[in-house]
């Protein structure tokens, strides 16, 4: 079970930059701290957008959302998977384990990204913000991909990067393993089973060994 942003791919640092432009852009600057804390959940928990409006005054958080998406998407047009995520999926895949992905965006921040990566046919199922009440640090993601895989969540195997999922992966009942980027190593991880420094240190057959899995 995979996290997409900074687990699959490195859109939370790509988000930072793309922020980080649009606030300076109108001689403004992010709070950066307030976005890192938020790294896992939604425009909810704090919105960079609403933010940036009300320092303005002159523009709406609508347009300058789509500005950032704008933004967002022409960068990310030149990035690929993170180091060990491709890998790590093939070799899950050929042992005949169900793969899926488990996020609190939205499905059109998500799906484009995984077909582009040609990553997309490798998951069994995507579930992301619109399928489920409530996303991350609630289990309901995690749960609901259960289901859909047709499996009990305490087998399963969740990899997060931030604190906020590694909650939602523990509430739902599944084994967890973190994997920290730049901007989450902060976060407290000491609800996660594991913590890797990168997926590219994922070994399938090692971490087998601490979470037997059926395929």
Known sequence: MFDFD???ADTEVLWLAVLTELYRSFSQE???DRYVESIGGTLHDF????NLAAKCGTIGAAELEDRGEQLFHTWMEYEAPL???RRLVIAAKRRGLALAVASSSRAASVIPHLHRFGLL??????VTAEDAARTKPAPDLYLLAARRLGTAPARMVAFED?????QAAKA???????VPHILTRSHDFGAADLRLDSLALCDLDDLLIFKPIEA
């Open 6 to 8: 900074g687990l699959i």
């Open 30 to 32: 992010l709070p950066r």
């Open 47 to 50: 919105n960079p957008f609403e």
């Open 83 to 85: 180091p060990g995520v």
């Open 121 to 126: 046919n490798f998951f069994d199922t995507v």
């Open 162 to 166: 931030s604190s906020r999922g590694v």
């Open 172 to 178: 739902a009942g599944a084994f967890c393993v973190a």
